[in-house]
């Protein structure tokens, strides 16, 4: 694991490569590796790599970045994991090639020196890489195929400047930091910007499965190299009607992901809440390992919600080494600003505490790698409002958005519209099936269309010039203020691939190209980084990925039950009453800290007071009235106010200035 910056010139003029520049950029992200750090620089090329650190597989110094080929042709800096690395390797060998070191980075080199750009089809992991080819003079930015690894870029200045986190991009003199107002009204709906967006103009998101291509003639290319739906027989797909089948084959992709991702030279642990997906991984990986260390977390302050007693038995079933850690609101209110900045842009999910907190749990005893629950939920259908929505799809939308006349579904919203003048989320749904428009927007919605109407009636008269950086990744990507426009294009690549794509798979392929790849495991990796802590996902293996695409929505959600076939896998490794328990989640008691809370009430009252002062900010001010502001014990209600306080902070002076 590494984090890794880097520039390339392609049109700027009497350009110099200033290693201190480098050098700025990679102690910017020193917590993403604090075990080693390298520059490399060409004068002739216009090009500087530098990468940060942290030893897990391959522990010697000779292993350090960035790292050259034996011919001296290709330079690479590389963050993340290949499993696979060493099947790779035996593979080359037997072609004839020599290798002096025992780890992933050097296997990347002489792939790509073999096979090009199209070894990344033979990569199992997670990772985000810059490559470059002197032979053609070609540089390669590469994001994996889920989205695990971050990688943010921009062209500002006539430079191509990229680095693991967006903070190292603000040593270069030639980046501004300005707000974008679309990707700022979109991130009030997703609770963060949607890729390839980030907060600021000029500076974007590799999106994941994506990579970009600088040729010799500094012409740049956008690349979709990976989607998660695979085509299959019709034989094939029978059998994914097979209920004794899918289980069959779910145990044996989830054993093998779990098994590959124990690959490391130091200990690997896991977190484990004592809910079911934490608590199958730890069953998985103790078949694995004689004694693994597991990490719980829980609130002071929110006893009703604390899993110590589930982890605590999973913990003592599997014979692990459990560390636990305590902590409330002071604690919350004491990382808050830090994770602002850590985050880089708006992030709004509370989960970013706890996560960060018992990452460091993990760093304080001395471990380097742990595993993660990411993407459970998402894949096997987990969420009880996923449910809603496949019921509301099936009793009413399907069928009347295909039979009943728009105009007659419009009549219907316009007489109806008044009475759901306080529920705003339920007026935007309503809206959505009148206009013909998709009715699952992702597992976490924060501001309705709605609400953003009313009360940001100024944004609507501004004039959006189109970002053609934008409109080369996304081709036919409406960039308007409309927020709908994000899902309508990813639905319509999903129909274009498979036209019958039911409402499950349409939900999870939603969830997989924006909110899980920008939002969880964005936060996944930036809040263990924080704590110089690899997190690997291994419900995301993208093997098991492609398989649960295919699995129809009635094997998922069966007898109504949600997550049917991973409580089916389950139940041959773990007790009932831990399988089918209560769900919590892993959450903060957000709506508790900001109605009866010792701290935030009061802090982001001063925040929002110093915004009203800052001319972008402003245009979120209203929103703070109809969000209720801070007393309201509501849980959607102070979702809303944490979506306001970390726009607050990224567009007002204290961190737009920094």
Not at 354 to 371: I, N, R
Not at 389 to 403: A, G, I
Not at 439 to 445: C, D, K, R
Request: proline fraction near 4%; hydrophobic fraction near 40%.
């Amino acid at each position: 694991m590494c984090g890794i910056v880097g520039f390339q010139n392609l049109q700027r003029q009497q350009f110099i490569v200033d290693d201190s520049l480098l050098t700025r950029m990679h102690e910017k992200i020193v917590h993403r590796g604090p075990d080693a750090a390298g520059v490399w620089s060409s004068q002739s090329y216009g090009i500087g790599l530098a990468s940060r650190r942290l030893q897990i597989v391959d522990l010697s110094m000779e292993a350090n970045q960035p790292m050259i080929s034996a011919d001296e042709q290709i330079v690479i800096i590389f963050n993340g994991e290949i499993y696979n690395f060493r099947a790779i390797r035996t593979e080359l060998e037997g072609l004839g090639y020599r290798f002096k070191l025992q780890n992933d980075t050097e296997v990347i080199l002489y792939a790509y020196q073999e096979w090009g750009i199209d070894c990344l089809k033979r990569f199992d992991g997670m990772f985000a890489f810059a490559l470059f080819d002197k032979r053609d003079e070609t540089f390669w930015l590469v994001r994996d195929r889920l989205g695990v690894k971050p990688l943010y870029f921009s062209l500002q200045g006539g430079v191509l400047s990229f680095a693991s986190e967006i903070k190292a991009l603000w040593e270069l003199p030639w980046l501004q930091k300005n707000i974008s107002s679309l990707a700022w009204y979109h991130y009030l709906t997703f609770m963060v910007s949607p890729a390839p967006m980030t907060i600021f103009e000029g500076v974007y998101k590799l999106p994941a499965g994506f990579y970009a291509k600088i040729d010799r003639h500094k012409r740049i290319n956008f690349t979709e190299w990976y989607s998660p739906v695979t085509a299959i027989t019709k034989a094939e797909q029978k059998e994914y009607y097979n209920e004794v089948y899918c289980i069959e084959r779910i145990t044996d992709l989830l054993q093998a992901s779990v098994k590959k991702r124990m690959v490391a030279d130091v200990p690997v642990g896991a977190f484990l809440s004592g809910g079911l997906d934490s608590s199958l991984n730890v069953a998985l990986m103790a078949g694995l390992e004689t004694k693994i260390k597991t990490f719980t977390i829980a609130f002071a302050d929110n006893p009703e919600h604390n899993e110590f007693s589930w982890a605590r038995k999973v913990a003592s079933y599997f014979g692990t080494e459990h560390h636990e850690l305590v902590i409330g609101e002071k604690e919350a209110f004491d990382y808050y600003e830090t994770m602002v900045e850590s985050l880089d842009e708006p992030l709004a999910d509370v989960v970013c505490i706890p996560f960060y907190y018992v990452s460091k749990l993990a760093h304080d005893v001395g471990m380097k790698v742990v595993q993660v629950g990411e993407g459970a939920d998402e894949l096997f259908f987990g969420y009880k409002t996923y449910s809603e929505y496949v019921k509301l799809h099936k009793r009413v939308w399907y069928s009347s958005q295909r039979f009943m006349p728009t105009l007659l579904r419009k009549s219907m919203y316009h007489v109806a519209r008044p009475l759901f003048e306080d529920q705003p989320l339920k007026a935007d749904i309503m809206h959505n099936w009148a206009q013909n428009r998709a009715l699952f927007w992702g597992g976490a919605i924060a501001f309705s269309e709605t609400q953003k109407r009313a009360y940001l009636d100024d944004i609507h008269r501004d004039i959006l010039e189109k970002d053609h950086v934008i409109d080369q990744i996304y081709p036919g990507f409406s960039q308007a203020f409309d927020s709908h426009s994000i899902v309508d294009y990813h639905l319509k690549k999903l129909h274009a691939i498979d036209p019958q794509a039911d409402i499950v798979k349409q939900m999870m392929y939603l969830e997989l190209k924006q909110r899980l790849p920008e939002l969880l495991l964005m936060r996944a990796d930036k809040m263990s980084m924080a704590a110089s802590i690899e997190a690997r996902e291994p419900f995301l293996d993208h093997h098991l990925v492609e398989f649960m695409m295919h699995v129809p929505g009635s094997l998922k959600f069966k007898h109504q039950i949600t997550k049917y076939l991973l409580k089916k896998v389950a139940e041959q490794l773990l007790p009932k009453e831990v399988i089918y328990r209560e769900k919590i989640g892993f959450g903060a008691p957000l709506a508790q800290w900001f109605g009866s809370g010792a701290y935030f009430p009061r802090y982001f009252q001063q925040l929002s007071y110093d915004a009203h002062y800052n001319q972008q900010a402003e245009l979120a001010t209203p929103l703070w009235q109809v969000s209720g502001g801070m007393n309201k014990n509501d849980s959607h209600r102070a979702v809303q106010n944490w979506v306001l306080q970390q726009l607050w902070a990224f567009t007002g002076h204290r961190w737009l200035n920094k």
